[in-house]
């Protein structure tokens, strides 16, 4: 495990730093291997050697934040039961503030491009968000874990477009399970 975190000011640290960067303004498709590399101060054989590619490094980085995300979800709904309305609404809005927090709403909201055949022939495995939903939706309802997914996505891309964080975060708690009365975590 230890081995897989950049060592900050390292090549590859410096590498992750400046995806963040180019991943979170441009989006995966629109920003470059060459911008990325530049703004790390190292060449584009760098990248590649130690991601593989564009869509690797990505990869790398939207998986540590996701599983950063997923973390936070996984708490947030124990402290409001475990599962139910109230757990699945705490875990979601906890998230939205974290990605938004962390100033990544357009790398965790966006389309996962390795989820796509025309950008991968890479087997991919179930959306991590939603897999950390599921339990918390309740029993024959597991279909609505994808539905909050894309409604929670959704958000984080309005944030990403320039959209009112506040107002953001008050719409999604609009369309979410209400609690039963009880306030937003």
């Not at 690797?56 to 599962?83: F, N, T």
């Not at 491009?113 to 939706?137: F, K």
């Amino acid at each position: 495990m230890w081995a897989d975190i950049p060592v900050p000011g390292s090549t590859r640290g410096r590498l992750v730093e400046a995806s963040l960067r180019a991943f979170e303004r441009d989006g995966y498709r629109n920003a470059s291997v060459s911008g990325v590399a530049a703004d790390a101060g190292v060449t584009t054989g760098a990248l590649y050697h130690h991601f593989g590619s564009k869509l690797g490094l990505y990869a790398y980085v939207r998986g540590d934040l996701e599983k950063r995300l997923v973390e936070r979800i996984a708490g947030a709904a124990e402290s409001h039961g475990g599962s139910g309305p109230a757990a699945l609404r705490a875990a979601l809005l906890v998230a939205f503030d974290a990605a938004v927090r962390f100033g990544v709403p357009r790398i965790v909201g966006e389309a996962d491009p390795s989820s796509t055949a025309q950008e991968s022939d890479a087997p991919t495995g179930p959306d991590p968000v939603e897999h950390a939903l599921r339990p918390l939706v309740g029993a024959g309802l597991e279909p609505a874990a994808r539905m909050l997914t894309a409604a929670w996505r959704a958000a984080l891309l309005s944030v990403a477009d320039g959209e009112d964080p506040d107002r953001v975060r008050r719409s999604l708690g609009s369309v979410l399970p209400s609690p039963g009365g009880a306030g937003d975590p």
